[in-house]
């Protein structure tokens, strides 16, 4: 009789916890796996939204990997440049404010603010209100360098320049956000121990930085690395409104040649394929990231444990 009411208590447990993630399991089906499901469906398939789909098999692969496509390889150049330049410069200069924030300077609480109130500007309204900055003629940056006689560049409106441009905004709405606040609690994580051990074993700041802070931030580094590359991949709302992939494509990312397909084009299962392709990239990629972070990653708890 006592396991029969230990079982049932035991079920009953079990049903109140589903019960309590149903709606999550609910919203999870509806608007995540259902769309996933239903967009790798259509990926096989030619599909307008006028029509009905017509079966392709790997037709819409096919197309993307080869020279039907030639906006496709470009994108995925365009998207890689980005992230290339984007990545390491957005973890070095968050880094930075944070140490700069760690040491409890005086003001810190404002430098704080300052940093992180870019942050709170929606994308749409910085790429409006830089995209007037950069303006060649009538822009605030190329007025004062013309105040200092300096020839400033036309930004956004040239291919050569279009793509730092869009760096240099991304890298301002972003280098004081989550990711320094993420840096921040991980430079407070370090025992203050280690900083005097290597004090006495006459250690500089440089290498109290290279041989403590960073081993022992290491997992807070590869945090926000693996989230600061899927961030760069999935750029799109920065160029859709500050240069709508101008001038001559040289701000064109995958994620706007996804779009352009969709919504413009209506070229649905096409774009259903390309959304897949980017899934498995960034997927392949991910796991690669998991695999070498063994090797520069530092756990203390699991250090502790051998």
Do not use: C
């Given at each position: ?40 469906y ?51 200069i ?30 749409v ?17 190329n ?14 409106a ?18 004081g ?87 413009r ?13 980017f ?28």
């Amino acid at each position: 009789m006592a396991r029969r009411g230990s079982s049932r208590r035991a079920l009953r447990s079990a049903i109140e916890g589903y019960l309590y993630i149903l709606p999550w399991i609910i919203g999870f089906t509806a608007f995540t796996l259902g769309p996933m499901l239903a967009s790798l469906y259509l990926s096989f398939h030619h599909y307008s939204v006028l029509g009905a789909p017509r079966f392709a098999g790997l037709d819409n692969y096919i197309q993307a990997l080869s020279a039907k496509d030639p906006l496709f390889w470009m994108s995925w150049g365009r998207t890689w440049g980005y992230a290339l330049i984007f990545v390491p410069f957005g973890l070095s200069i968050s880094l930075t404010l944070a140490a700069m924030l760690n040491q409890q300077l005086k003001g810190t609480v404002l430098y704080r603010t300052l940093f992180f109130i870019p942050t709170l500007v929606p994308v749409v309204a910085s790429a409006l209100l830089w995209r007037w900055m950069l303006h060649p003629d009538i822009g605030l940056v190329n007025y004062l360098l013309w105040e200092l006689r300096i020839p400033g560049p036309r930004w956004l409106a040239d291919p050569s320049t279009a793509l730092l441009a869009l760096v240099g905004i991304s890298l301002w709405a972003s280098v004081g956000g989550s990711r320094m606040i993420i840096f921040l609690a991980g430079l407070q994580g370090v025992p203050e121990e280690l900083y005097d051990a290597a004090a006495i074993d006459g250690a500089n700041w440089w290498q109290k930085f290279m041989n403590v802070t960073l081993p022992m931030i290491s997992p807070t580094i590869f945090f926000n690395l693996v989230l600061g590359v899927i961030g760069a991949l999935r750029v799109f709302s920065i160029s859709f409104v500050a240069t709508e992939g101008g001038p001559a494509y040289a701000t064109w990312f995958y994620m706007l040649h996804l779009y352009d397909n969709a919504f413009r084009n209506f070229l649905m299962g096409y774009a259903s394929a390309l959304a897949w392709m980017f899934f498995l990239v960034v997927l392949v990629l991910t796991m690669l990231q998991f695999k070498l972070s063994g090797r520069w990653v530092f756990y203390a708890g699991e250090e502790a444990k051998d």
